[in-house]
């Protein structure tokens, strides 16, 4: 038996690999602050949600978070939670977003949303599970400017790249 | 514009429940002076005025307490002591006899190190005098105290009679009254319809319930230097005492004299200088952060697990934290700079 | 700029810097600007003072006055009618929760916050 394959699941294949590049890449990165990473994931999860709707989204992203996981040796360690927690809540969002926007938001906006409920996510998990000390509330505001100062690029970029998709 | 409504809807939603995430206040706090040391409780979602009610009954409770095991102004404790001392009997007051068998039992437990029935020591040294000693008392006269051996086991309860076979015995519940007190009060709370609240008598903590939707979060301080070496959080039910050097003292060149006498000896005991301990029971936990201080740093694993208690940490005369494994396991090390942590299985 | 933000972006934007705005000021704003020192004295509530305003004060206890000193967000005995001091010793208090006692004189401090550190002090 052959498994027919259709260009989208090829297409899907390809991002979701270039998505996992990205998160291997950002994952190598030294950072100033233990789990702050830029996010340029994101931007591939974006971009699939304006081509290929929320569904596509869903798939590339949660796929992202399981290959990096196995790839890295994280998975289902502490690090894969705070991954997927975050990779849950920001499809949540989006999800929420397409239902209530009306397709009112552009890349920047679903971009935005997804980096703020990535980090809150992460910062939910952190604390419930690992450390719930109320001194780590204190960092919330900070996570949460970074989240937005990040999302925002990763937007500008998705927009850049949708344009590009457009011209070629 | 229909389309804006909705993100207007979004940004209210979002808004509201940020908003109802704010911590409610719904606490009551009182602070006041009994056991000559300073009491304070914290109630949780009580009204005002059931809580006002609570604390005038609590203090007056409190100060009834205070009077009943005095130990050297005119009050029930002194006569028995009186009457033991004299006949070598007497009938035990009702307010008194829950006392007895707990002490005896956690002094024996204890090898003899908490020893209630040293009152004639503590009251030489006069630590717990409103008027507090400059200078530590003659040889000659601890010398001839120890020599005479009051203990626990020279003691028989017979129903509300007690008996003691030697008349050195006095009676002096002051290494435990305080951890048993703050129990008490909570009982007495909860008589009143509270189930939420701390009651800390100093270094002795009690509490039931929580408060709210997070347990009582409490601070253990410095032995040293200003503000907190750890804090835990107390759940329904337990109680945390903690024992230190610079609770009551005075200094003679450069010495320090405190008020954590080793019954063996009659001097203050040299082996730590702060006991915390956490257990379900506030008098275990007061009379066993006292023994483990005077065991010291080399035998207090011994005299915990003798008493039966399994939380505990030692803070050494070098300033560093023995803890054993289930205290390790909750506490939170706070002190800065960060003491050197020892975990210590119980043997 | 239409061209890359749409007008949902946009008010999604203002919003969200806002609401991070606000974050700053409440889950900051509350370790200082929004604590308070409460003064006991003979078992009564004699006062409540902001922590953020400097002030030097006297507390009348059973013994005399004690002295208090607000600095820096900070609150402690300067001195205090007892003999042994250990009110001065005891240091600065600066959190929520955090408490200390002449007991001699029957004064006492506690930092008050919304959410305080410690429910209770160990001492």
Redesign the interface.
């Known amino acids: 038996m052959e498994l027919s394959t259709t260009r989208e699941d090829h297409l899907i294949a390809w991002l979701t690999a270039l998505a996992v590049a990205i998160h291997l890449i950002e994952a190598a990165l030294p950072s100033p602050l233990p789990g702050v990473k830029p996010g340029l994931a994101n931007v591939i999860t974006i971009v699939v949600l304006m081509r290929f709707g929320w569904r596509t989204a869903a798939w590339v992203s949660l796929l992202r978070v399981l290959v990096s996981g196995l790839l890295l040796g994280t998975f289902l360690s502490p690090t894969f939670a705070l991954s997927l927690g975050g990779a849950l809540c920001s499809v949540a969002i989006l999800w929420?977003a397409l239902q209530?926007?009306?397709g009112?938001?552009?890349p920047?906006?679903y971009s935005?949303?997804a980096a703020?409920a990535h980090m809150t996510g992460q910062f939910g998990i952190a604390y419930t599970l690992f450390i719930p000390?109320?001194g780590l509330?204190?960092l919330?505001?900070v996570l949460?400017?970074l989240a937005?100062l990040f999302g925002?690029t990763s937007g500008?970029l998705a927009?850049s790249m949708l344009k590009g998709f457009d011209n070629a | 514009m229909p389309r804006y409504l909705h993100y207007f809807a979004v940004l209210v939603v979002a808004f509201l429940i940020s908003a109802c995430s704010r911590p409610q206040p719904g606490v009551q706090e009182q602070q006041f002076v009994a056991f000559g040391t300073l009491i304070s409780v914290t109630l949780y979602a009580v009204d005002e005025q059931q809580a006002q009610r609570a604390f005038q009954e609590l203090e007056a409770y409190f100060n009834q307490l205070h009077h009943d095991w005095h130990a050297w102004e005119p009050s029930p404790l002194v006569e028995l002591n009186q009457a033991l001392a004299t006949q070598g009997a007497a009938e035990v007051p009702a307010v008194i006899l829950p006392l007895i068998t707990p002490a005896q039992r956690l002094s024996i437990a204890s090898g003899g190190l908490f020893n209630p029935a040293m009152g004639g020591l503590f009251a030489l040294w006069g630590f717990q005098s409103d008027d507090p000693p400059r200078t530590p008392p003659a040889d000659a006269e601890i010398n001839s105290l120890l020599a005479q051996h009051p203990s626990m086991a020279d003691l028989q309860l017979n129903g509300t009679t007690l008996r003691t076979t030697n008349p050195a015995v006095k009676l002096d519940f002051g290494a435990f009254a305080k951890g048993y007190a703050a129990q008490l009060g909570c009982k007495r709370l909860q008589q009143l319809g509270i189930d939420n609240a701390i009651v800390a008598v100093a270094g002795d903590i009690h509490v039931i319930g929580n408060r709210g939707e997070r347990a009582w979060r409490v601070g253990v301080r410095h032995p040293r230097t200003p503000g907190i070496i750890a804090s835990t959080e107390l759940h329904d039910g337990e109680s945390i005492s903690t024992s230190g050097d610079y609770e009551r003292y005075f200094d003679v060149d450069n010495i320090r004299y405190h008020h954590l006498l080793d019954p063996r000896t009659g001097y203050p005991a040299r082996g730590a200088i702060s006991v915390t301990v956490i257990n379900n029971d506030g008098a275990t936990a007061d009379a066993s952060a006292s023994a483990l201080f005077i065991a010291g740093v080399e035998h207090w694993a011994e005299v915990a697990k003798a008493m039966g208690v399994d939380q505990v940490m030692l803070i050494d005369i070098e300033g560093e934290a023995h803890l054993t494994p289930a205290m390790a396991a909750r506490l939170r090390i706070e002190g800065d700079p960060a003491p050197e942590l020892y975990i210590q299985e119980l043997p | 700029m239409r061209d890359w933000l749409t007008k949902a972006d946009m008010l999604l934007l203002l919003f969200v810097t806002g609401l991070v705005v606000w974050l700053y000021v409440a889950i900051w704003g509350a370790d200082t600007a929004a604590l308070e020192v409460e003064i006991w004295s003979r078992g009564e509530r004699v006062q409540t003072l902001p922590l953020a305003e400097d002030r030097l004060l006297s507390v009348a206890g059973v013994l005399g006055d004690s002295h208090i000193e607000i600095k820096h967000a900070e609150a402690r005995f300067v001195d205090s009618p007892c003999s042994n001091k250990l009110c001065v010793l005891h240091g600065a208090l600066r959190h929520a929760g955090e408490t200390t006692a002449c007991l001699p004189n029957q004064v006492s401090l506690r930092i008050l916050g919304r959410d305080p550190r410690y429910d209770a002090i160990n001492f």
Do not use: E, S
């Open positions: 929420l209530l926007g009306r009112g938001f552009g920047v906006g935005v949303l703020l000390h109320p509330l204190h919330l505001p949460l400017t937005l925002t500008i927009r």
